[in-house]
């Protein structure tokens, strides 16, 4: 009886298979003379693509000086190489003193980009021209930093150290503590620039990102200029934006 059964089950199975009609290969558009292009278009995904952002950190405030001062940077490029500008001053008694900066970014590491071009100082004195060479990218904690050596006319050298980090104390409020240090290898007389280190600034904020690309924020800011040994502290206030 099992066997006759079996034996029936056996016959149902191999009926089935005879019977069955597997369905028709999934249809695609790729073939192998599609170019990348057509490629990328079919996927929504192109990793040669272009991409360009705006980025104004800081623009605030600052009771110290009453001044009004800026950090900005934009870039346009793709994932390896990029072209970088950076700008960063401050405007009082209807004076401006910046620093500009067109650079070329290219990625070194998975952390770490290397940057070479040209730095305008405008303001005190007369303006000055420099080539600059340096490393910008994320140290051990995920703190953001950029260390930049420049050489300008006359053997005039200058060095640029900023690091910042960002502090979640929420998914929209976050704290975050910044310090930039700029030296010099020569003394600058018309300018009021001393050899060595020049001046030290340490500023806190706290921000809230009401939109990721828009956040207010407020905090302190503390400045020494060791040329005259005068420091300055003071409260900020600002909006932080980005396209």
């Known amino acids: 009886m099992i066997a006759r059964l079996a034996l029936l089950l056996l016959a149902a199975g191999a009926a089935g298979a005879a019977e069955h009609v597997p369905p028709d290969p999934p249809k695609t558009h790729v073939h192998e003379d599609m170019s990348y292009g057509e490629m990328a278009l079919m996927m929504g995904m192109d990793d040669r693509a272009r991409f360009a952002k705006l980025m104004l950190d800081e623009f605030e405030w600052r009771e110290d000086a009453a001044s009004l001062a800026w950090d900005a940077a934009a870039w346009y490029g793709g994932d390896r190489h990029k072209l970088w500008f950076a700008s960063e001053g401050a405007r009082d008694d209807g004076a401006t003193h910046a620093r500009t900066e067109l650079l070329w970014d290219r990625i070194a590491t ?122 300055e502290a003071g409260f900020v206030a600002g909006l932080r934006l980005w396209f």
């Open 110 to 231: 998975r952390w770490w980009n290397t940057r070479a071009g040209w730095r305008h100082d405008s303001g005190d004195g007369p303006s000055r021209d420099w080539l600059a060479f340096g490393v910008a990218g994320l140290a051990p904690g995920f703190v953001e930093v950029e260390v930049t050596a420049y050489f300008g006319e006359g053997g005039r050298t200058a060095l640029r150290l900023s690091a910042d980090y960002d502090l979640l104390i929420t998914q929209r409020l976050v704290l975050h503590p910044e310090v930039e240090i700029n030296a010099y290898g020569r003394d600058d007389e018309e300018r009021g620039i001393r050899n060595g280190v020049a001046d030290l600034a340490v500023g806190l904020r706290l921000r809230y990102e009401w939109r990721r690309e828009v956040a207010p924020y407020a905090g302190v800011l503390w400045t020494r200029h060791f040329g005259n040994g005068a420091s």
